[in-house]
C-alpha cells in the first residue's frame, strides 16, 4: 500500500505485525492502547458534577496525547523513511522541504486530534450532561439519590 507523504494523521484499524511495527509502519499513538489517553477528557466531562477535580487533570491528559502524537508526526516526517531508512518521507513529485512537510503534518495532526478526539467530543459530552441534569432537575417524583448523583 502506497503512503502519501503527508496522510501521517490517517488511522489504520489493522492491528500492526511483528514486522510491520519493526519497519517503522507501527505507531504507537494509533496503534497501542496509548490512543485512549486522548479519549480522558470525555471521562471527565461525564463525571464534571460528581468529580469536577478530575476535569482538568483530564484535559491535560487528552491535550498532552495530543501534542506528543503532533510532535511524533512532525518528527517521522522529517527524519524516518517509510522503508526504513533515516530521511524525510518525500515523494519525487514534493517540492517542498523536509521541514515544511514536517511543519504541515505536526500542525494538521495537532488539528485534527484536538477537534476530533478533544474539542467536539467534550462539547458534546458536556452539552449532553447539563441538558440531563437540567432535565432531571425539573422532574418531580424521582427519588433524592437520582437527583443528587
Given at each position: 500500500m502506497?503512503k502519501?507523504?503527508?496522510?501521517?494523521?490517517?488511522?489504520?484499524?489493522?492491528?500492526?505485525?511483528?514486522?510491520?511495527?519493526?519497519?517503522?509502519?507501527?505507531?504507537?499513538?494509533?496503534?497501542?492502547?496509548?490512543?485512549?489517553?486522548?479519549?480522558?477528557?470525555?471521562?471527565?466531562?461525564?463525571f464534571r458534577?460528581?468529580?469536577?477535580?478530575?476535569?482538568?487533570?483530564?484535559?491535560?491528559?487528552?491535550?498532552?496525547?495530543?501534542?506528543?502524537?503532533?510532535?511524533?508526526?512532525?518528527?517521522?516526517?522529517?527524519?524516518?523513511?517509510?522503508?526504513?531508512?533515516?530521511?524525510?518521507?518525500?515523494?519525487?513529485?514534493?517540492?517542498?522541504?523536509?521541514?515544511?512537510?514536517?511543519?504541515?503534518?505536526?500542525?494538521?495532526?495537532?488539528?485534527?486530534?484536538?477537534?476530533?478526539s478533544?474539542?467536539?467530543?467534550?462539547?458534546?459530552?458536556?452539552?449532553?450532561?447539563?441538558?440531563?441534569?437540567?432535565?432531571?432537575?425539573?422532574?418531580?417524583?424521582?427519588?433524592?439519590?437520582?437527583?443528587?448523583?
Amino acid at each position: 500500500m502506497t503512503k502519501h507523504p503527508m496522510a501521517t494523521h490517517l488511522h489504520q484499524d489493522a492491528p500492526k505485525t511483528d514486522d510491520e511495527q519493526k519497519s517503522g509502519n507501527y505507531n504507537i499513538f494509533r496503534d497501542s492502547l496509548l490512543r485512549y489517553c486522548g479519549y480522558a477528557n470525555e471521562v471527565g466531562e461525564s463525571f464534571r458534577y460528581q468529580y469536577p477535580k478530575f476535569v482538568a487533570p483530564s484535559y491535560a491528559l487528552a491535550f498532552g496525547y495530543c501534542l506528543a502524537d503532533s510532535i511524533s508526526a512532525g518528527y517521522q516526517e522529517l527524519y524516518v523513511k517509510e522503508d526504513g531508512g533515516n530521511e524525510g518521507t518525500s515523494s519525487k513529485y514534493d517540492t517542498r522541504s523536509n521541514e515544511t512537510r514536517a511543519a504541515i503534518a505536526f500542525f494538521d495532526t495537532l488539528l485534527w486530534q484536538s477537534l476530533a478526539s478533544v474539542a467536539i467530543p467534550g462539547g458534546v459530552i458536556n452539552t449532553i450532561v447539563r441538558a440531563t441534569r437540567f432535565s432531571v432537575a425539573r422532574t418531580a417524583g424521582l427519588p433524592l439519590a437520582v437527583t443528587t448523583w
